[in-house]
């Protein structure tokens, strides 16, 4: 009877070699000083800057009428013409009352005109927000002052022709923080996702590594899939650190606690997919590593500066404002900023998330037919 060899046949696993990618991905990713730097550092800079800024008051104060106020008077055209009020215009009643809840409108005016021959002839009712006492007393003694000499100018004995009548209702601060930190955490999700993405992927290609991956049984789909994984380690772990800091130490506002910040990273996850898209279409249109950073800044700093990262896009010419609405990072920014502060969730954004979801399937659709792996 003949021997015969036993040979133990090992099935190669794509799971390992899945995590093998990605545990080395992570490894280069945190050595990389400019990885570091545009996902964490930066916006950490920025978030303290704006942080300790934020604390100091402002000298205006964004202002607007209900729609029963009587306008067609002088008082009206005295309160919008000083210099202290921005008035708000184009609002219902419901999205002024909000608004003034959430801290961002300063306060709600409106104008009761009394029948003829009944003095006061005029009630100016001011609704403000007791979180912000401080704004709400200057409001009042800006008001005052623009009644008294509303006063004088029409007569000269008591009573007056018009009083304030003030209300305050429970609402919560509106802080710089709670604007600049998602919009910090945008940028910070682009920049993982488009320059980590675009470098490490024409670097693995110059190098040959890619190639040498094609000696393997490795699916090609499990080199991309690794790749993302480290990102999305990475870039999460950046979003925890960078809410942490703004909420333990300058007060960045998450209205339902916990459940807000895990909402924030699904998010924040959703954003990084769309973007690597943009690393990987980035890194197949640059035809060498020297041609990235020029690229890869067209893309990123017109979203930057464009899409609600330091301001709302609100402040931004009418022409502009458009091409700020047609970017990702806008959507991104938005969404994050209405978790945060209005307690919205994943399930209440279907706008924004379907945007975002949109612009992963166009950017896929381009990055897959111009990928190269040599």
């Known amino acids: 009877m003949n021997n015969r060899e036993t040979k133990t046949v090992h099935t190669y696993s794509q799971f390992k070699a899945t995590l093998s990618i990605t545990k080395a991905s992570l490894r280069s990713i945190v050595r990389n000083p400019s990885s570091v730097i545009f996902t964490l550092l930066f916006p950490l800079i920025f978030i303290i800057v704006f942080g300790f800024i934020g604390s100091g008051g402002s000298a205006r104060f964004d202002v607007g009428f209900y729609s029963t106020s009587s306008n067609n008077n002088q008082l009206f055209h005295s309160l919008i013409t000083v210099e202290n009020f921005n008035i708000v215009l184009d609002l219902t009643d419901e999205e002024l009352n909000s608004r003034l809840e959430k801290g961002e409108v300063d306060a709600i005016f409106n104008i009761t005109k009394n029948p003829a021959g009944t003095l006061p002839e005029y009630v100016l009712e001011i609704k403000t927000n007791k979180a912000k006492p401080e704004k709400s007393s200057l409001i009042r003694l800006i008001s005052g002052q623009v009644l008294s000499n509303f006063n004088i100018s029409l007569v000269k004995e008591q009573p007056p022709v018009a009083v304030i009548k003030q209300t305050d209702i429970e609402g919560r601060l509106f802080n710089t923080i709670d604007f600049i930190l998602p919009g910090q955490l945008g940028f910070s999700i682009l920049s993982a996702g488009v320059f980590g993405t675009a470098f490490v992927f024409i670097s693995l290609r110059e190098n040959l590594v890619i190639k040498r991956f094609f000696a393997t049984p490795i699916n090609r789909n499990n080199i991309v899939l690794g790749e993302a994984l480290s990102r999305l380690i990475f870039s999460i ?107 919205a969730t994943i399930f209440t954004l279907p706008k924004e998330l379907l945007i975002l979801t949109v612009w992963g399937v166009v950017i896929y659709f381009f990055a897959v037919k111009f990928f190269k792996w040599e």
């Open 237 to 343: 772990t950046g979003s925890v650190i960078i809410i942490g800091i703004g909420h333990f130490l300058f007060g960045f506002t998450l209205v339902n606690g916990f459940w807000t910040f895990i909402n924030m990273l699904a998010v924040s996850a959703l954003g990084l997919v769309v973007f690597l898209g943009i690393g990987f279409l980035v890194s197949n249109i640059a035809k060498n590593i020297n041609a990235v950073p020029p690229i890869a800044n067209l893309v990123t700093l017109p979203q930057f500066l464009l899409a609600g990262t330091f301001f709302s896009i609100d402040v931004f010419p009418s022409w502009l404002q458009p091409v700020s609405r047609a970017m990702p990072l806008t959507y991104l920014n938005d969404a994050l900023r209405k978790i945060a502060f209005d307690g």
